[in-house]
């Protein structure tokens, strides 16, 4: 098995994923996007990246989107789907990623399904998010819509803050996307999917912030996830189309259960940590699966 991981130079991810094909005896290379080309004739699409012919790839895994124009990101989001058209398995799939990747569509996307959110309000305007902040109680977790691992977002609870944050965000041209803080008891529960089943659970906490995100300093400890939380989480990775995603819930003082992030690109070195489940090995060994199903069903 020949897999091209879409990762940054120095990536642990990546360099975790290509420890477990090397112990599948598969091989696994680094692809850079900025390095990525199509060449399109009546004969045929052909792909390359860094002059390197991907044909013969049969899997590729997205570990990361780097920043860039819009132009950038849709052609690189266009070739994706191109390689996914060509028959070649592409995890996650370029839809699921194109909304993952967008908080205010997953947010959107899940509550259309009917799955708890917290109330949110997403626009341009400062004046209009003013309003919001005071209709969604004065007290407000401000968010990037593109961002991981809990950087950029801040809790806003003072009107002049407010106005001074949501000012700079417009004259930035940020979008602007304000959810209701849920009062909680200073954790929430990652559930890591994978193939429609969850692979396990982590509680992330932290003593002195909100954001209870590893990244950020916080916890994280294994945990047997309640049948709701599995039920959840499952939902929301069928509603979004993830094959693997990592799903954060969130448990209000008042018992209420929220799902606040799906990430199609998941991280999973603290989930490792805290419960030993290898997860590179386990991902690869389901894309060995889907591609010797194919191998067999073309013979």
């Known amino acids: 098995m020949k897999i091209g991981i879409f990762g940054n130079e120095g990536s642990w991810y990546v360099e975790d994923l290509q420890r477990a094909a090397r112990e599948l005896g598969s091989d696994a290379v680094r692809l850079d996007f900025r390095r990525l ?15 390197v012919a991907l044909d013969d790839f049969e899997a590729f895994i997205v570990r990361t989107m780097p920043p860039g124009s819009l132009e950038e990101v849709v052609t690189r989001m266009d070739v994706l789907g191109q390689l996914q058209a060509a028959g070649k398995i592409v995890v996650n799939s370029p839809r699921a990623v194109e909304c993952a990747v967008d908080k205010s569509l997953t947010t959107a996307k899940l509550a259309a399904a009917g799955l708890p959110v917290p109330p949110t309000w997403i626009g341009e305007s400062s004046d209009a998010a003013l309003e919001a902040f005071e209709q ?66 982590m509680k992330r906490e932290s003593a002195d912030d909100f954001r209870t995100n590893v990244a950020r300093n916080g916890s994280a400890t294994q945990v047997e ?75």
Not at 37 to 51: L, N, P, W
């Open 37 to 51: 080309s199509m060449s399109v004739t009546s004969a045929g699409t052909r792909f390359s990246c860094d002059e």
């Open 225 to 299: 996830p309640t049948q709701q939380q599995v039920e959840l989480a499952l939902r929301a990775s069928e509603v979004i189309g993830t094959r693997i995603a990592g799903v954060d819930l969130l448990e209000s003082q008042s018992g209420e259960t929220f799902v606040i992030e799906l990430n199609a690109v998941p991280g999973w070195r603290a989930f490792q940590k805290a419960t030993g489940i290898d997860v590179a090995k386990r991902f690869l060994e389901s894309l060995q699966a889907d591609i010797s199903k194919e191998s067999f069903q073309v013979s």
């Open 136 to 201: 969604l109680g004065g007290d407000v977790v401000v968010k990037p819509v593109f961002g991981a691992e809990g950087r950029g977002i801040v809790r806003v609870s003072d009107p002049d803050l407010a106005f001074r944050t949501f000012r700079t965000l417009e004259r930035i041209d940020a979008v602007l996307y304000l959810q209701k803080f849920v009062p909680h008891a200073g954790y929430d529960t990652r559930l890591l999917i994978l193939d429609g089943e969850i692979v396990g659970a």
